[in-house]
């Protein structure tokens, strides 16, 4: 991919714009008509990057002459046209994406951008509020969007009860501090008074795939990693519900103060989806808060064929989600939603009297809910691309993916030089390559080099990760533009990678 190929398709330059741009009475064009002629460039170079995804390779290095033109560009002591800026970005940027927009990326859990979504962001880029609260658009949009996302996924919503963030990372933050600040008052401790210090210590309770967004905000918010215990999980990947009882007992008889169960709505790993129904009866009996991660699954509920799995999520305190992931909102957009919307303002309000606002009714602002007090406008997105997709198209699109999953897992499982390692449970698909005859440090191995190398062959992009002890490839499906030739193409290229391996080991 080199950065000056002559471009066949190229969008109409800003100056076949500026020349139907009307002009002032002496016959100058004016800023606004330099941000309309550019504004349409900027539409068309949006509108071909994205037409030409699929012809091209997922990812490829970046050759050390692009690279190093952006990272020492110079600050500049002159502006520069918009026009320029354009050519700079259709010339430097777009040619080297991450590949998440590609039918055939399958890494991680990164999305294509929804249309609807891209459109959006422009429009609420011109408005640029800060979304902390007042009588604007944005605020009210904000509170409808949050409604919508709970329920598509079934969570209870009142009020108040939930607000957009920048991910999961974030949601869980906002989530994990109103347990902590409901389970310190349960204790008799003002934990937004007097700190933690001196408090017998607070205990949650994770897997061994829980997301290290949690371990990050127990940390954060002085939990410490140390009183985060691992719980065991069953054959199936689920949070043991009789381990989590016991582990409980035990920090209850030493003086600790158990007060957080993490759930998973689909771990990163595998896909795997927790029975929240006996988590929920377990929480409730010994008063702790239920907080379900669903940054990439709890969307899966809108599918049919596997809604049976979330049966109880309903019943959680909170719930963290990213409708950046399986809605393919454009990053960043996550959402924190939980049931008592008081828990969340008395873990986090605080309005001096500058930000006071007389008129902002028995809501008050967002920014008393969270972390954030200046806060982007991210429910245009959000509104533009459940709005245009609409409940069944996005039900649609997402059992299109966990069909092809358990496609994919099909494919593996039928191929005697493949290993299916984890049951199918959403969109995620944890596999490894088996060739005859491999000791298991040598599949480790094996399998450790592979995304890497099946990612700059430039066809397919998958990641890896450690399950069980084990290397494995993992595949993430969301585009709904994927398609069982994509699949195929997939799994030939992790065994020609595979291949290629054993040929430089041999060498």
């Not at 009210?140 to 957009?164: K, N, Q, S, T």
């Not at 006071?356 to 007090?373: C, H, I, N, V």
Request: proline fraction near 7%; aromatic fraction near 6%; include cysteine.
């Amino acid at each position: 991919m080199t950065s000056d190929a002559p471009r066949t398709d190229a969008p109409r330059t800003d100056a076949a714009h500026a020349a139907e741009a009307p002009r002032t009475a002496d016959g100058f064009r004016t800023a606004h008509d330099d941000f309309r002629a550019a504004a349409h460039t900027a539409a068309d170079l949006a509108a071909d990057h994205l037409a030409g995804l699929a012809a091209r390779p997922v990812w490829q290095p970046m050759d050390d002459a692009a690279r190093r033109a952006l990272l020492d560009a110079p600050l500049p002591a002159a502006g520069r046209p918009l026009a320029e800026l354009l050519e700079t970005v259709g010339r430097d940027v777009l040619p080297y994406p991450m590949g998440n927009g590609h039918p055939r990326f399958f890494g991680w859990v990164n999305s294509a951008p929804a249309p609807a979504g891209v459109l959006a962001t422009l429009a609420a880029a011109a408005m640029n509020p800060s979304s902390a609260g007042g009588d604007h658009a944005d605020v009210h949009l904000e509170r409808a969007v949050v409604r919508w996302i709970a329920e598509l996924v079934g969570f209870p919503h009142r009020p108040g009860g939930g607000l957009l963030t920048s991910g999961t990372s974030m949601a869980t933050i906002v989530c994990l501090a109103a347990a902590r600040d409901r389970a310190a008052r349960a204790a008799g401790w003002d934990v937004r008074a007097d700190g933690l210090a001196g408090m017998p210590p607070l205990v949650g309770y994770v897997t061994g795939e829980t997301h290290s967004c949690v371990r990050k905000a127990a940390e954060l918010l002085g939990l410490g990693s140390r009183y985060l215990r691992t719980v065991a999980t069953g054959p199936d990947g689920r949070l043991d519900p009789a381990d989590l009882r016991a582990a409980v007992a035990r920090d209850r008889a030493d003086g600790l103060l158990p007060f957080l169960v993490v759930a998973s709505a689909g771990t990163v790993g595998t896909g795997a989806v927790d029975a929240f129904g006996p988590l929920a009866d377990l929480c409730a009996e010994e008063r702790l808060w239920l907080h379900v991660d669903g940054a990439y699954g709890a969307f899966g509920v809108l599918d049919p064929v596997i809604a049976h799995r979330y049966a109880g999520l309903e019943r959680a305190d909170s719930l963290a989600l990213d409708p950046h992931k399986w809605l393919g909102v454009p990053v960043d957009c996550g959402c924190a939603l939980v049931r008592d919307p008081e828990g969340l303002r008395a873990a986090f309000s605080l309005v001096p009297s500058y930000l006071r606002d007389e008129t902002a009714g028995e809501l008050g602002w967002f920014s008393e809910y969270g972390t954030e007090q200046t806060r982007p406008f991210r429910a245009l997105k959000v509104w533009a691309t459940i709005a245009h997709r609409g409940r069944d198209g996005l039900a649609r699109d997402i059992a299109r993916t966990t069909a092809l999953a358990r496609r994919l897992g099909e494919l593996v499982s039928a191929d005697p030089g493949l290993e299916l390692l984890a049951e199918v449970q959403t969109s995620i698909v944890a596999f490894r390559l088996r060739p005859p005859g491999l000791t298991e440090a040598a599949l480790d191995a094996l399998n450790r080099e592979l995304p890497a190398a099946v990612q700059r062959r430039g066809r397919a992009f998958v990641t890896g990760a450690r399950l069980a002890g084990r290397e494995i490839l993992r595949a993430c499906l969301l585009n709904p533009a994927t398609t069982e030739t994509d699949l195929r193409i997939l799994l030939d290229e992790v065994k020609e990678a595979g291949r290629g391996a054993a040929d430089g080991r041999h060498h």
